[in-house]
């Protein structure tokens, strides 16, 4: 059996904000374990924040966003509306990708 990667929690602050990064993070659906890379999150003092996923592609290191989704189905009104919930992992933008990457290696392995 492999061994499991431990999870591990690290946190900074600087003069720009609050940066944290949890390693070895679990992405699930339900019991089901979709990926498995770090969590980074900075908080900037201006009061917006990075919600962020670094995972491995091809040997490189992939910054993704988790994007929320919900579908509403509405028929005629004499059937219910139904819906669904659900979540996606998305790529960012290529200079918050460069810019996310640098905070996050600074962070020492």
């Known amino acids: 059996m492999a061994k499991e990667k431990q ?3 690290e946190e900074r602050q600087d003069q720009t904000g609050k940066t ?3 390693r070895g993070f679990k992405l699930m659906n339900g019991e089901q374990v979709v990926a498995v890379g ?3 999150i900075v908080e900037h003092n201006t009061g917006n924040s990075d919600d ?3 995972f491995q592609e091809k040997g490189q290191p992939k910054v993704k966003r988790l994007q929320m989704q919900m579908v509403i189905s509405t028929p005629s ?3 219910p ?3 669904a919930f659900g979540a ?4 960012v933008p290529a200079a918050d990708e460069k810019r996310l990457l640098a905070i996050y290696r600074t962070f020492s392995k």
């Open 77 to 79: 009104p004499a059937v």
């Open 81 to 83: 509306a139904s819906s």
């Open 88 to 91: 996606t992992l998305v790529d």
């Open 52 to 54: 962020c996923f670094i």
């Open 7 to 9: 999870q591990t929690f």
């Open 38 to 40: 770090d969590h980074l």
């Open 20 to 22: 944290t990064l949890v």
